[in-house]
Nanobody, 123 residues
Framework: QVQLVESGGGLVQAGGSLRLSCAAS????????MGWFRQAPGKERELVAA????????TYGDSVKGRFAISRDNAKNTVFLTMNSLRPEDTAVYYC????????????????WGQGTQVTVSS
């Protein structure tokens, strides 16, 4: 079992940047695929980015490719989401999620979730 705590959300102007962090505890972090998802009011939860447990593979949602980057530090049990060139449509609650030794891009596959952090991009 793993516990996840996100941080780094906030209010930023369009074109700006934010870096989200997700600190994990409770189990072997390096055995988990980590994902970032987001959900805006009235919309479905969608994949932002995911990274293999080893860090050797990543994938991104189409709307964030080229702007966002996911990374992890297994020594610090932390996964990061660096968000550049932010747009108002990036406004959402961002969630960190984990699944054990499985490559997954759908939110229903992920077993463990953080509480979410709000990102608001003003125009």
């Amino acid at each position: 079992q793993v516990q996840l705590v996100e941080s780094g959300g906030g209010l930023v102007q369009a074109g700006g940047s934010l870096r989200l962090s997700c600190a994990a505890s409770g189990d072997t972090f390096s055995s988990y695929t980590m994902g970032w998802f987001r959900q805006a009011p009235g919309k479905e939860r969608e994949l932002v980015a995911a990274i293999w447990w080893s860090g050797s593979g990543t994938t991104y949602g189409d709307s964030v490719k080229g702007r966002f980057a996911i990374s992890r530090d297994n020594a610090k049990n932390t996964v990061f989401l660096t968000m550049n060139s932010l747009r108002p449509e990036d406004t959402a609650v961002y969630y960190c999620a984990a699944v054990w030794l499985t490559w997954a891009t759908t939110w229903s596959t992920y077993r463990y979730w953080g509480q979410g952090t709000q990102v608001t991009v003003s125009s």
